[in-house]
């Protein structure tokens, strides 16, 4: 069976300080080794070239030594952050010790690096380079960057080798402090440990052309979030297209953590279930026969309906604590009702809040829009208890996400323009977009700051099987959906004993 082998050079700082500094190569390139033990490559078939150990003399012969030890069939991954430059069709790496006034004899020609890797025992080679223009070169006539053409050349008359450059040879890649990486190596990883991968992929083996399709979608959105000097980046892809080498497998561990925490990975605090009714107002209990029935829907009638909806409201939370008591065994002291004087009322328990809120029809003043909600999630455990689906199972139509930062929603939008799901329909406003997708049932709705779920039928798990249908069709919406805790000592109003 062959195996994946990982060779890897970063060098931050070079020997002549002309030469610049590739601010956080070491560190970006440490952390994404660590992803690649996770992804089929594991530290024993790794070797690690950082700084001063990266020398003209030192690097060829460390990488035929690590050759060596390959079997024949055996893929092997290339890794390289640092600088390169190039004149008259000739590109070289620099390595730590390159000598300005001698870069050809003191740098690594990537025609060798070429022809050691032809040679090797290797199957099939996938180079990865955060190798884009640095600063200018002292010497005359060497441009601070490779030169694309002759690498395009190159990968085209290799027999095994295909590359991927995280940024268009021309351009500058760029480095994130708060990430201590490279924005490229950081994206690459991103890619392996799965956040970009449209599920709709059957295998969970990445190749090196697929990567780069992903990191067309992922980048700049990392460059937004990050706020990166460069608006840009432009992944270049070197090699035939269709036999690029796979480099990685999405670990099966990675894909289990995944499916197990979908529910962990969404903003389960923040995550609330809805469904809204419509009830008259004379079928409230403290209705009385003398009352007149408003004629608008204005402050006075909100006090109204709200004063004699609160019995209610009461009795409706006074039927959820008796049915949450039973299902979940839940001690009294556990459960609170909290009724107010402006037409809320609340339930909470260890686990959630069940909220209601009325309201007077704006179209119809004789009658009350009815707002049930559940929602303050303390563990998403909760949803696979059993009983959840007993109590819960048959309550909401919606099901409303808020995002903890605005949602990149032109970002989604353009990516899924870009490359367009069979069935999928956008309807973008400049602040929302509906978004309908064959195979999908019920709607979904965007904008900056929320997602909403919405089906015709009642079902709560549903709604959620809804929701995760939607993103692993679509892919990642480009944010972090990590939201706060509902504020628990937020609502006022009388207690209601037991």
């Not at 050349?153 to 940024?167: E, N």
């Not at 049930?372 to 303390?378: S, T």
């Not at 353009?414 to 049932?441: K, Q, T, W």
Request: hydrophobic content about 40%; glycine content about 8%.
């Amino acid at each position: 069976m062959p195996q994946r082998w990982l060779f890897a050079v970063a060098i931050d700082q070079y020997r002549d300080k002309r030469l610049g500094w590739v601010a956080y190569a070491e560190s970006g390139l440490k952390a994404l080794a660590r992803i690649f033990a996770n992804s089929g490559i594991p530290s024993s078939r790794q070797e690690l070239v950082f700084g001063a150990e990266a020398t003209a003399a030192c690097l060829p012969v460390r990488l035929n030594r690590f050759l060596s030890r390959l079997s024949r069939g055996d893929q092997l991954v290339i890794i390289w952050a640092g600088r390169g430059i190039a004149r008259d069709g000739v590109n070289l790496l620099l390595t730590w010790d390159t000598f300005i006034e001698a870069p050809e004899a003191t740098s690594f020609p990537i025609s060798t690096l070429f022809r050691i890797l032809d040679r090797s025992r290797a199957g099939q080679v996938g180079m990865i380079w955060e190798v884009g223009k640095g600063p200018e070169f002292p010497a005359p006539d060497w441009q601070p960057h490779l030169d694309s053409q002759t690498l395009a050349q190159l990968c085209g008359g290799a027999r095994k080798v295909t590359l991927l450059s995280t940024s268009d040879p021309a351009e500058e890649s760029e480095a994130v402090a708060a990430l201590q990486s490279r924005i490229g190596f950081y994206a690459v990883g991103q890619c392996l440990l799965g956040q970009s991968r449209q599920a709709t992929q059957a295998s969970p083996s990445l190749t090196l052309e697929q990567l780069h399709h992903e990191l067309e979608q992922l980048l700049p959105g990392l460059l937004r979030r990050h706020h990166c000097g460069v608006q840009t980046l432009s992944p270049r892809y070197f090699g035939r297209s269709g036999q690029s080498p796979v480099i990685a497998e999405i670990s099966p561990q990675i894909l289990e953590q995944q499916a197990r925490r979908r529910l962990e990975s969404i903003p389960w605090r923040r995550l609330v279930f809805r469904t809204e009714s419509q009830r008259r107002l004379k079928d409230l209990r403290d209705w009385r026969k003398q009352y007149q029935r408003p004629g608008h829907a204005g402050p006075s009638t909100r006090r109204f309906a709200s004063r004699i909806a609160r019995s209610d409201i009461a009795a409706a939370l006074n039927d959820w604590m008796n049915t949450t008591r039973k299902r979940f065994g839940y001690r009294r002291c556990e459960l609170t009702i909290v009724v107010g004087d402006d037409g809320t009322g609340s339930l909470r328990s260890p686990d959630f809040e069940y909220s209601i809120l009325v309201n007077p029809d704006p179209h119809d003043p004789t009658r009350i829009v009815w707002l049930e909600e559940l929602g303050g999630f303390q563990e998403p455990d909760f949803f696979r208890n059993p009983g959840f689906m007993e109590v819960f199972g048959s309550n909401f139509d919606q099901l409303q996400i808020e995002f903890a930062s605005p949602l990149d929603l032109e970002f989604v939008v353009d990516r899924l323009e870009a490359s367009p799901l069979p069935g999928l329909r956008l309807d973008f406003s400049g602040d929302s977009c509906d978004i309908s997708l064959e195979g999908v049932s019920g709607s979904v709705s965007l904008d900056p700051s929320r997602l909403i779920i919405r089906r015709s039928e009642k079902g709560s798990w549903e709604l959620l099987e809804l929701f995760f249908n939607f993103i692993e069709k679509v892919g990642p919406l480009g944010s972090t959906l990590a939201l706060t805790a509902a504020n628990r000592d937020s609502t006022e109003g009388c207690r209601v004993s037991h």
